[in-house]
């Protein structure tokens, strides 16, 4: 329905995902975006933060809040992309990531990143923040700190990606392998 509050060719979705009618809290809307930027880290950091709100570890915000962050949503699309059906679901990629993730404390910030990169070898530590500052973007950085995190496997995984390596390391499958859930 078109009305003031919902202009045509917008998503009333919070973060792009979930619908603020509190009839439908446990309802997700996961990888229905469209990012300059890879796909993969948003729709894993979709997945992150609905299994955290979920958990209950992140609260449901309230309606006002919902109305309220569509509603800025929705002016930076108007500023910043055309007013088609096609950019209903557009937004930058990392700076969506990063918004998802932060309230799961899982944004690569350089101050969490100096204490996660620099154990043990300090010359892989510089490639480490490198990668992440310099490099493609990918979900491994998002998993070098916050809850959910895997420090080591992400930064084996950000360098090999780094280094244009398509076969994982010794050390990557190591840590894959021991960290493999059985079902």
Same mark, same amino acid.
């Given at each position: 329905?078109?009305? =003031?509050?919902?202009?045509? #060719?917008? =998503?009333?979705?919070? !973060?792009?995902?979930?619908?603020?009618?509190?009839?439908?809290?446990?309802?997700?809307?996961?990888?229905?975006?469209?990012?300059?930027?890879?796909?993969?880290?948003?729709?894993?950091?979709?997945?992150?933060?609905? #299994?955290?709100?979920? $958990?209950?570890?992140? $609260?449901?915000?309230?309606?006002?809040?919902? #109305? =309220?962050?569509?509603?800025?949503?929705?002016?930076?699309?108007?500023?910043?992309?055309?007013?088609?059906?096609?950019?209903?679901?557009?937004?930058?990629?990392?700076?969506?990531?990063?918004?998802?993730?932060?309230?799961?404390? =899982?944004?690569?910030?350089?101050?969490?990143?100096?204490?996660?990169?620099?154990?043990?070898?300090?010359? !892989?530590?510089?490639?480490?923040? $490198?990668?992440?500052?310099?490099?493609?973007?990918?979900?491994?950085?998002?998993?070098?700190?916050?809850?959910?995190?895997?420090?080591?496997?992400?930064?084996?995984?950000?360098?090999?990606?780094?280094?244009?390596?398509?076969?994982?390391?010794?050390?990557?499958? #190591?840590?894959?392998?021991?960290?493999?859930?059985?079902?």
């Amino acid at each position: 329905m078109r009305t =003031a509050d919902h202009p045509p #060719a917008t =998503a009333n979705l919070y !973060k792009l995902m979930i619908p603020p009618d509190p009839r439908y809290q446990n309802l997700f809307f996961l990888g229905f975006i469209e990012l300059f930027g890879p796909l993969p880290p948003a729709v894993e950091a979709q997945s992150r933060y609905a #299994a955290a709100m979920l $958990s209950g570890r992140v $609260s449901r915000p309230g309606s006002t809040e919902m #109305a =309220a962050s569509i509603k800025k949503m929705h002016s930076y699309q108007v500023k910043n992309y055309l007013r088609t059906p096609r950019h209903a679901l557009t937004l930058q990629g990392i700076p969506y990531v990063d918004d998802i993730l932060a309230p799961l404390y =899982a944004v690569p910030t350089f101050p969490r990143l100096l204490s996660r990169v620099f154990t043990g070898n300090p010359i !892989k530590g510089l490639q480490v923040l $490198s990668a992440v500052w310099f490099g493609v973007p990918t979900s491994a950085m998002w998993r070098l700190c916050g809850h959910g995190a895997k420090p080591e496997l992400a930064r084996e995984t950000v360098l090999r990606i780094s280094g244009d390596n398509e076969k994982m390391s010794k050390a990557e499958t #190591a840590l894959l392998e021991r960290t493999k859930v059985v079902v």
